[in-house]
């Protein structure tokens, strides 16, 4: 179970980053990437932080937090295995600043770019980028079959449960966002 469970998630990380247009990301690790990067990451954190203020944590059965974590996960992706970082990482905390509408500070922003950068580096978020594509599929498929959104997100929510049960990126993730979102308070 496991075996299939990592084969999934490889094949849906390799179908996530030919497609980044599914969840608005690059993943290249140029500085002219960063401040893309750093915007869609920005807005992942912007999306999750509020829902997060609303509910009092991180809900793993919302379709949406589930989509913007693979966002997140997949903007994240430049500032792994930089060898110069200042350039790239100069530019995503910028592009933070900016896509978050200002949740992200200037005086934030170097701290929140440094935690995410030891979160993509220590963690393997392939769970999560294939959470993301089930959600986006799921999303899709809810909307073409004009199915209810609640089924879509249980759905999701099952993937989610069962992949977090092979990896520690789930953990990771949320232990990072909390973090994160203490800088914002």
């Known amino acids: 179970m496991k075996k299939l469970l990592k084969s999934v998630a490889l094949v849906a990380l ?20 960063g ?5 869609n990451s920005g807005a992942a954190l912007k999306s999750l932080y509020s829902q997060y203020k609303t509910d009092g944590k991180v809900d793993l059965t919302n379709l949406n937090n589930i989509i913007s974590m693979a966002q997140l996960v997949n903007g994240i992706q430049g500032l792994k295995n930089l060898d110069d970082k200042s350039a790239f990482y100069s530019d995503f905390a910028a592009g933070l600043i900016l896509g978050s509408n200002n949740l992200v500070t200037q005086q934030t922003s ?35 079959a004009k199915q209810s959104a609640t089924t879509a997100a249980g759905n999701v929510a099952s993937t989610v449960n069962a992949i977090s049960e092979t990896t520690a990126g789930v953990s990771n993730t949320l232990s990072s966002l909390a973090t994160i979102f203490g800088m914002f308070q």
């Open 35 to 39: 401040s893309v990067n750093g915007q």
């Open 14 to 33: 390799c179908a996530l980053v030919a497609s980044c247009g599914v969840l608005g990301g690059t993943a290249q690790g140029t500085a002219a990437s």
């Open 110 to 144: 170097k701290p929140v770019t440094n935690t995410l950068g030891s979160l993509v580096s220590g963690t393997d978020l392939s769970a999560i980028a294939a959470a993301g594509l089930a959600a986006a599929a799921q999303s899709q498929q809810a909307q073409q």
